[in-house]
């Protein structure tokens, strides 16, 4: 049975990785979804292209939409389309990021500023144009966190994020609560995606890991899903750790 049949999902971010897993996932329980990317005419835009057509034979409505995160009028056309073609939103799935592998005290100027413009700010910017359509569904919000923003992980600024963005996911929820709009988030171990053969050059001894420490994108998928359907209906305010258990042990920390 499809439970979310009719329901129209927006997953940042989602050409690859991550977002592509929760996109497919929201798509096998029957929600249409827009697929978000940021740089088009590269492998990033043929990825989404692919999903889509997946997504389509699985009988769904999808669109892609190219709009980098951090720029607002690009957040505005995003929310543009998504009305015109959709006219409505149940979930907003906040999954987009991008930062640079570096100690956070050297980080240039720029690199600051891509780092809070993409994953604060450019999250703040959806939530933001996503309420009047949650509103009207009583729709839920749910954020793709990871162990950076508890934990330090090396060359890992991304983190300081992360930990921001897990309070507002807490400050969203109470003040959401009185429109019916759930806010949680979603923090992942390490999966392995592009990303992790950048991250895997940066610390030492990852690679000496377990191999089932390693979470699968699919298996954070199920928790954005379950967050999202029925069966998650009590849960508000949350930050759901997907991690395998690789944050239970302090021996882990000498990797
Ligand atoms: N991989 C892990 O170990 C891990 C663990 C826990 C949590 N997470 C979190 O899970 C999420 C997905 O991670 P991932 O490893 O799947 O990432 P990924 O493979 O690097 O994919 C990132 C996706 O986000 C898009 N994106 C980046 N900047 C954007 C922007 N400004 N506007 C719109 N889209 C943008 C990318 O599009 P382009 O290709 O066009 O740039 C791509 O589709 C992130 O929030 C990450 O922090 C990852």
Redesign the pocket.
Known sequence: MQTLKDKVALV?????????AIARKFAMEGSDIIV????AG????TQ?EELCKEIEKMGCRTRMV?????LKN?VKNLFNEIRENFGRLDYLI?????APFKPIEKLFERELRQLVE??YL?NIFCIQEALPLLEKTRGAIVF????GSRFYNPAYP?GSM?AAMESVVRDCAESLRVKQISVNAV??????????KV?RQFWDGIEALPEELF?E?DE?ADAVFFLCSSAGRGINGQTIVVDRGLSNSIYRSTV
Do not use: E, H, M
Request: glycine share 14%.
């Open positions: 940042t971010g989602s050409s690859r990785g991550i977002g592509k978000n990317y940021r740089k590269g492998s990033s835009q989404a190219q709009a980098d995160i951090a690009s906040l999954n987009a990021a991008k993409t994953n450019g793709i966190s990871s162990l991304l992360k923090c992942g171990g390490i999966v392995k995606t592009d990303s992790f991250l979470v994108p954070i």
